[in-house]
């Protein structure tokens, strides 16, 4: 097994104990060259480790977003998303369809703009880690979007 060097060097200095299962469960994440559910880690530690329950998976990832470790992210498809947070990744965010549910990723650039103003002028310094903003795709504002396809898809209308 070989979790992220920095995570694990991060976790090392708060104190934390690297239990086979948190280094599984870092390996995970690192492995996964997108986003992560939850339930998609549970299913992957059960592999190996059949009886380890969700809340462990939780409270392990709750840990590791305390310490900025990860970033979590709801995308509107009913699961929270775990990426890793790592300066040298490429920093993104999502804009999220409410129609068709499709997702499109645009740079971090876009949004320093706010955070710089909501410092000086809130004093506030927000995380802007991996953000989804939800609304109406291009070809869904022109109802050409796949909610149009899908509606008429849908059985059993009569
Ligand atoms: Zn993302
Ligand atoms: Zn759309």
Redesign the pocket.
Known sequence: MTAHPTIVESLRQEGYRLTPQRIMILDIINDSMS?ISAEEIHRKVQEQYPFVNISTIYRTLNLLKKLRLISE?DLGDGYVRY?LLERERHR?H?LVCRQCGESF?FEDELLKPLQIRLLKEYGFAADVD?FAIFGLCQRCRRGEGRGGVRKEGQHGAD
């Open positions: 986003h992210t990426e993104h999502h990723a991996h």
